[in-house]
């Protein structure tokens, strides 16, 4: 009886190890299955907060593009319009020049003389009267073909080649130069445009792979990093289209003053021109001083400055979003420049619920000429190290790099005096040699360094994550 109870005993004593590991094993995967959960529950989060962000950065940007797009086709079409004007003037130049060229060759090669027709060679005197009569009819015409002559030089000389023609060729080296600039800029909002379409197909293709799974994602693939290079992409677009905007209203500013010189030109042509037939013909010749007095009075300035003002330039609906945007009731170039070249971009979303932890620090750059970059580290749910570029205004530039948790290595240089400083590197095993990624950090204090490493220190041993190498 003794000997079955102490063998009860003895069975129950060595059941007591098994149960504690079969306990260990369920509470261990109890919490990895809560923290999967959990992760993929702040993935949702931020997914959706990402996608109410990108709707409204989209809709500001292509607001802001197809409204500079508008503007640059309407400046091109008034272009074109004034241009047909200018060219018509011009044909109207070369016909005179034909016209005038055209009477001279028939006054002095096709005419018949009349002075000959009756000059009597034996009694001059019986037709002395008609034969003067006849030669100074001849001598009539022979004075309007020199006029003819004058006045077609003087249109080819000093009107068309001196001023319009020689202004004309000036004004398209001018107009490429200013134009160059614009098709550059649209150039690359096109070439940003296709990025973030190639970005968002990413994000949003790991996002569904991600849904499928119903669990976090594979540790190589990082939703917060994609989520971060959709919005340095996006935040490019919006700086590119602010770039096209700006150019496009410095190209504007060039046009009107290239467009007042022109007009100006035309005006002065006219003038000289009308006042070159006044000297030939004569001023009471079908009233020149009146037409020559027309010309005088329009001002090239302020009807090409009408024709551009922002109420013929741009739509109503176009005009509204400008008073929305700049909050004045009236607007002018000041307050278009205002709205779209001052632009400011969409700042990301608050909430990060993918982004663990967050330190400002310093990444190390340059060969043997060392410096220092400033930088953000920052830990996300995926278990990554991101040393990411922020700007002056703390946009995001640029992922300078990627480390993964599990494959860190951390050391700790102990020859340095200054404690802030940490050396990061990820060895990735490989078929031959191992492959390593490296960076050196300098946190703003000692304190921002050691709070890093007991973060990273932290993690290998979490009950949830094994195989982490850490060295002091």
């Known amino acids: 009886m003794e000997n079955k109870e102490n063998q009860e005993s003895t069975e129950c004593k060595e059941k007591k190890p098994q149960d504690k590991m079969t306990t260990s094993t369920i509470d261990k995967a109890s919490f990895e299955k809560a923290?999967?959960?959990?992760?993929?529950?702040?993935?949702?989060?931020?997914?959706?907060?990402?996608q109410s962000w990108e709707a409204k950065r989209k809709l500001l940007a292509q607001n802001h593009k197809n409204i500079t797009n508008n503007m640059m086709t309407r400046i091109e079409k008034k272009l074109e319009w004034i241009d047909a004007g200018i060219d018509s003037v011009i044909k109207f130049f070369r016909d005179r020049i034909a016209q005038?060229?055209?009477?001279?060759?028939?006054m002095t090669q096709g005419l018949p003389q009349l002075g000959k027709a009756f000059s009597h060679e034996t009694h001059p005197e019986i037709f002395g009267n008609i034969a003067k009569a006849m030669t100074a009819c001849d001598e009539y015409h022979k004075k309007q073909s020199q006029n003819s002559a004058t006045m077609a030089k003087f249109i080819s000389s000093n009107i068309l080649d001196n001023l319009i023609i020689s202004s004309e060729k000036e004004y398209r080296k001018k107009l490429d130069k200013i134009r160059d600039p614009v098709i550059d800029a649209k150039k690359k909002v096109t070439a940003v445009g296709q990025e973030i379409a190639k970005v968002s197909q990413k994000y949003n293709k790991l996002y569904e792979e991600l849904q499928k799974k119903g669990k976090a994602t594979d540790k190589e693939k990082?939703?917060?990093?994609?989520?971060?290079?959709?919005?340095?992409?996006g935040q490019e677009e919006l700086k590119v289209i602010k770039a096209f905007a700006k150019s496009s209203m410095e190209f504007l500013n060039e046009v009107v003053k290239y467009l007042i010189v022109r007009?100006?030109?035309i005006q002065k042509a006219l003038t000289l021109y009308f006042q070159k037939c006044a000297e030939i013909y004569g001023k009471n010749a079908s009233n020149i001083d009146g037409v020559i007095k027309i010309f005088g009075s329009f001002k090239s300035d302020s009807d090409i400055e009408q024709y551009f003002a922002v109420q013929n330039t741009f739509s109503q609906e176009e005009i509204q979003y400008f008073i929305e945007r700049s909050g004045k009731s009236e607007i002018g170039y000041g307050e278009v420049y205002h709205v779209l070249v001052n632009l400011s971009t969409v700042k990301p979303p608050e909430q990060r619920p993918l982004l663990l932890k967050e330190?400002?620090?310093?990444?190390?750059?340059?060969?043997?000429l060392k410096s220092w970059k400033p930088a953000y580290v920052m830990v996300t749910a995926d278990a990554n190290v991101l040393v990411v570029e922020k700007n002056a205004e703390g946009d995001f530039e640029n992922i300078d790099l990627t480390l993964k948790m599990q494959r860190i290595k951390i050391q700790k240089n102990d020859e340095r005096r200054d404690r802030s400083i940490v050396d990061l590197a990820e060895i990735s095993p490989g078929l031959i040699l191992n492959s390593k990624k490296s960076v050196t950090l300098k946190f703003d204090?000692?304190?921002?360094?050691?709070?890093?490493?007991?973060?990273?220190?932290?993690?290998?041993?979490?009950s949830i994550l094994s195989n982490a190498q850490i060295q002091k």
């Open 445 to 462: 204090n000692e304190d921002m360094a050691e709070e890093f490493l007991h973060y990273v220190y932290n993690y290998f041993n979490s």
């Open 359 to 368: 330190w400002k620090a310093h990444r190390e750059t340059g060969g043997l």
């Open 263 to 265: 007009l100006a030109n």
């Open 100 to 106: 005038e060229e055209s009477y001279v060759k028939i």
């Open 35 to 50: 923290y999967q959960e959990a992760i993929f529950s702040r993935k949702q989060e931020s997914f959706n907060n990402f």
């Open 222 to 233: 990082d939703l917060f990093k994609k989520e971060l290079e959709c919005v340095i992409v």
